[in-house]
């Protein structure tokens, strides 16, 4: 069974750091891209980031590039959210999520499985 | 950018009724496009991808179609657990920049 977690999330002042990890099990991690997606308050999901199967390719939302960096540990079926400089507006619930097409180095972004989320709240 | 639109924002339906979504992109996305279903206070639930696939587990009350830059999600018969937020997806960019539309809330009538 393919499970998700999530962990790290909290309560930041503006300007902070925070550090997301999501723990993989149930499937070969390394084989395939993973993603996170957040969802503001009373809000729609927004796509943040994802990272190819190996790791040599990430993409990120004109909204967090050169504030967040998306990795990933293989040997340890772990995927990584650094976030600097927080902002109000990146308050919200952040979900991983896996692609459903195995990709040692490109990505889909069809997303077949989620994580329960864990909550960032940048405020002062 | 690719940007998504979604319509209606929401629905009020009734149990047993017939529900059509329908989601824009803002240009020719070749059917790669994914429909989730997100109930309140869980994380979202893939429904199809490639515009009409059905995702393994999934009901075959739910059904996409469409092309170019218009496509629909058709719920026929809905059920008490259909009543939820449906979101489209876009996967066609590159590089990737997965766009989701702003969501329908489906409630009941």
């Known amino acids: 069974e393919v499970q998700l977690v999530e962990s790290g999330g909290g309560l930041v002042e503006p300007g902070g750091s925070l550090r997301l990890s999501c723990a993989a099990s149930g499937f070969t991690f390394s084989r395939y891209p993973m993603s996170w997606v957040r969802q503001g308050p009373g809000k729609g999901l927004e796509w943040v980031s994802v990272?190819?199967?190996?790791?040599?390719?990430?993409y990120y939302a004109d909204s967090v590039k050169g504030r967040f960096t998306i990795s990933r540990d293989n040997s340890k079926n772990s995927l990584f959210l650094e976030m600097n400089s927080l902002r109000a507006e990146d308050t919200a619930v952040y979900y991983c999520?896996?692609?459903?097409?195995?990709?040692?180095?490109?990505?889909?972004?069809?997303?077949?499985?989620w994580g329960q989320g864990t909550l960032v709240t940048v405020s002062s | 950018d690719i940007q998504m639109t979604q319509s209606p924002s929401s629905l009020s339906a009734s149990v047993g009724d017939r529900v059509t979504i329908t989601c824009r992109a803002s240009q020719d996305i070749s059917n790669s496009l994914a429909w989730y279903q997100q109930r309140p206070g869980e994380a979202p639930r893939l429904l199809l991808y490639a515009a009409s696939r059905l995702e393994s587990g999934v009901p075959s009350r739910f059904s996409g179609s469409g092309s170019g830059t218009d496509y629909t999600l058709t719920i026929t018969i809905l059920q008490p657990e259909d009543f939820a937020t449906y979101y489209c997806q876009q996967y066609y960019s590159t590089p990737p920049l997965f766009t989701f539309g702003p969501g329908t809330k489906v409630d009941i009538k």
């Open positions: 990272i190819s199967g190996r790791g040599g390719n990430t």
């Open positions: 999520a896996k692609d459903l097409l195995m990709n040692a180095d490109y990505v889909d972004g069809v997303l077949d499985y």
